[in-house]
């Protein structure tokens, strides 16, 4: 099965940057390391949908220089900071970025629980593209998905580097009243996503932008398994017969 990618997300392809389609937007390199041609944003809630040949297989506003105090897609929200919350701008990287916390309910093995575990891992994902710190993302993604973690390496390299980010936050709903786990022994929900754009940053200039969707997506799965503890993201993958270009 394709990898499929959120309308106007972009891929990395060696050291240039290529539209979903595969239409060439531009060449280009910036001041990070040899390899590292941009945030490559792999925006379809953030780890593509991709091969979902096994269980544990690889995969998944307008951002802006100011907005308002950010607020957690967690049921319990993030932990509070005793610094005030201060957005990514052409400035500099975002600061006092309240840090992800994982509720209860998100490690249940239920409707609520999933989708409350994913409420949770866009909070994770925004905060790795705020701060460049992948940590909480990488605790809870399957580490076989390729295209999550070559997402996650690249926004490392990009912090380490001097650049930043700005904007990155995706959203993943469930749709539908139940939640089955499927013959192979994986959940598979059905799901809609919408993403706000992002930006890379470098010396203070706009380097790359990933336009937002926050229309929403057109259905797709997204694989993830309970090991009777918690939650573990999977991958993404396109619903059958859906349209292979979108």
């Not at 280009?28 to 490559?40: D, E, R």
């Not at 506003?61 to 967690?74: I, Q, R």
Request: proline fraction near 7%.
């Amino acid at each position: 099965m394709r990898t499929r990618l959120l309308s106007g997300a972009f891929r990395r392809t060696g050291t240039a940057v290529e539209r979903s389609g595969g239409s060439m937007v531009r060449s280009w390199s910036v001041g990070v390391p040899a390899g590292v041609a941009l945030l490559a944003a792999l925006l379809l809630t953030g780890c593509a949908p991709g091969e979902p040949g096994n269980d544990d297989a690889a995969a998944p506003s307008s951002p802006g220089s100011s907005g308002p105090a950010p607020t957690s897609s967690s049921e319990e929200g993030s932990a509070a900071t005793t610094d005030e919350y201060v957005p990514a701008s052409l400035e500099g990287p975002a600061r006092n970025v309240p840090e992800p916390v994982l509720p209860a309910l998100a490690k249940e093995e239920s409707l609520e629980g999933a989708q409350a575990f994913l409420d949770y891992w866009s909070d994770a994902m925004w905060f790795a593209y705020q701060t460049g710190d992948t940590s909480y993302a990488r605790n809870i993604i399957s580490p076989h998905c390729e295209i999550c973690m070559d997402q996650l390496d690249l926004l490392d390299e990009i912090y380490s580097s001097g650049s930043w980010a700005i904007g990155g936050r995706e959203r993943v709903s469930i749709q539908g009243e139940a939640l089955v786990r499927a013959m192979d022994g994986i959940y598979k929900p059905v799901v809609k996503g919408s993403t706000e754009g992002a930006q890379l940053i470098e010396n203070g200039k706009v380097a790359l932008e990933v336009p937002s969707n926050a229309g929403g997506t057109e259905p797709f799965l997204v694989y993830m398994d309970h090991d009777g503890e918690q939650w573990k993201y999977i991958t993404a993958a396109d619903l059958a017969g859906a349209d292979r270009n979108v």
